[in-house]
């Protein structure tokens, strides 16, 4: 980490030590070793506990069709339990976001949702969001977010105001 961090100081602000360690896939040991991961891996340690290497929380958001109505509400609540957890209010991102079973939306209707999904995180108080799924690589069943695609076009202005 300490390689990556002192190639690109200045040019990359923050760094995901791992992905949904709540996953089988991705993690298999306790939430203590995956505390000492982080403060082993990170950059920044000074001390042995956790929250001094955390500079931002962060969720995934996957609503089906069916559930994008209290996404709103969700987002907002979420926000809201992880100002409880977090007395230093670290700022909250959303790094993962897309309708989980967004494929089967018109092309309208991914329009709508990408709008609807990137509006309900501003407002619940996220500061960035990242889309996941940008090209044909990702999950078959997601928006595809690629250039041509008119959802990816919506999501374009919503981010620049147009």
Known sequence: MSTVASRYRG?????????EPNLRTFWNGTPGQWAAYVAA?????????????VDVLS????PTRRTMASMPGLLARTREL???????????WVTEVNVSDGSGLSGAGQRRAVRQLTQSVWTAGYERVYWYAWTALGPPNLIPLSSENPAARALRDEMTGA
Do not use: F, K, Q
């Open 82 to 92: 992880l100002g409880a957890v977090d007395p230093e209010r670290r700022p909250a």
């Open 11 to 19: 040019r990359i602000d923050a760094y995901e030590i791992g992905n």
């Open 59 to 62: 969720i995934h958001a996957y």
């Open 41 to 53: 891996t990170s950059v920044w340690a000074a001390t042995a506990a956790v929250a001094p290497y």
